[in-house]
């Protein structure tokens, strides 16, 4: 495994070990937006969660503007007892970059993460996110911005913008820019999901890493399944670092848990009604939430049995958790024991 410069990487590294006591590459869930809140980093956690989790991407600018700063706080928010995640910003001006790693650690935060592969297009537009890939000069800015703040700082990116060869001079220039740690997905902007990720070529990027910046640490994402497919992966592939996982949580929320475990429905359930209740919680005590989002997560958590397509379309015509819940407790009593 790779030494890492800053103390907060180093035990991070030191610290990820298997059931037997061995290393092994640290796992994270990936920062994806209007999921990685701290519900679902909570309810994963539950699941057997990671060994780190990320915000959602945040606007820098709006962290600095003193009108704007109030929108972006619920992306921020972090529970008591919950496992610190590190905070991912996104910008195009290095003064807002750095203005916001600066107000980060008042907030508890110990890391810092640079979004450079965002493939939004109104992300693209406001010059950021996957953009920064064809304006190397501005990337490196924003990373020497962010490092103003004291923070060990971190970028995740893609391959590239177009084509894939894009790799070679932009990971080169941000190797260059001795960042913590690089993530990358393994696609490029123009590719989103629609490809298979390009695990060909991780040990090509592994040597670069060595080469040009050996203290860096390498992680990899895209297309990884759950924790047995990342080990396998590093095995594979010696000198990665960690694996992030992204999708792959959204289609098991026990993807981090070793050895591919079956769980029962009503493990499922008690997953979900421990969302619908942090839900309640962050909407009682912070920012309000959009009940819609919740939607999305119906899938996750209701399926493998008889009538569950059923099931779900009717959740998906409530409008509040006490609807789900009587839902649930109306359907799904005579399977499981819903509170």
């Not at 070990?17 to 309810?43: C, L, W």
């Not at 919950?82 to 907030?107: D, F, N, R, T, V």
């Not at 996110?129 to 501005?138: A, F, T």
């Amino acid at each position: 495994m790779t030494t890492a410069k800053s103390p907060f990487w180093q035990k991070v590294v030191d610290d990820a070990k298997d059931e037997n006591g061995n290393q092994r590459p640290f796992f994270s869930m990936a920062p994806m937006e209007a999921v990685t809140d701290t519900i679902f980093r909570r309810v994963v956690a539950q699941a057997g969660g990671p060994d780190l989790y990320y915000t959602e991407f945040t606007n820098a600018a709006s962290m600095v503007h003193p009108e704007a700063k109030f929108s972006v706080q619920g992306r921020l928010a972090v529970a008591d007892g919950e496992k610190m995640p590190i905070a991912q910003i996104w910008g195009s001006k290095p003064e807002a970059i750095g203005g916001a790693a600066k107000l980060l650690p008042a907030l508890g935060y110990q890391a810092v993460d640079i979004n450079m592969g965002c493939p939004d297009g109104t992300v693209i537009k406001n010059d950021s996110g996957s953009d920064l890939i064809r304006h190397p000069d501005r990337a490196a800015a924003l990373i020497a911005a962010a490092k103003e703040s004291g923070l060990p700082v971190s970028v995740k990116t893609r391959l590239g913008f177009n084509q894939v060869d894009e790799y070679h001079d932009w990971l080169e220039m941000i190797f260059k820019q001795d960042v913590q740690v690089l993530t990358i997905h393994l696609r490029t902007r123009k590719e989103m999901s629609k490809v298979e990720a390009h695990f060909e070529l991780i040990d090509d990027i592994v040597a670069m890493r060595d080469r040009i910046s050996p203290q860096t640490l390498l992680q990899i994402n895209g297309d990884v399944k759950d924790y047995e497919h990342g080990l396998a992966l590093a095995k594979e592939h010696p000198g990665v670092d960690g694996i992030m996982i992204g999708r792959g949580v959204l289609n098991d929320p026990y993807a981090f848990e070793p050895g591919n475990q079956d769980h029962t429905l009503a493990e499922s359930i008690a997953l979900l009604k421990l969302q619908l209740d942090l839900f309640d919680e962050v909407n009682q005590t912070a920012n309000k939430k959009n009940f819609e989002a919740l939607k999305r997560y119906f899938k996750i958590y209701l399926r493998g049995f008889a009538h569950a397509s059923q099931l779900r379309q009717m959740l998906m015509e409530t409008h509040a958790t006490d609807e789900v819940r009587a839902l649930l407790k109306e359907h799904v009593g005579t399977l499981v024991a819903v509170d």
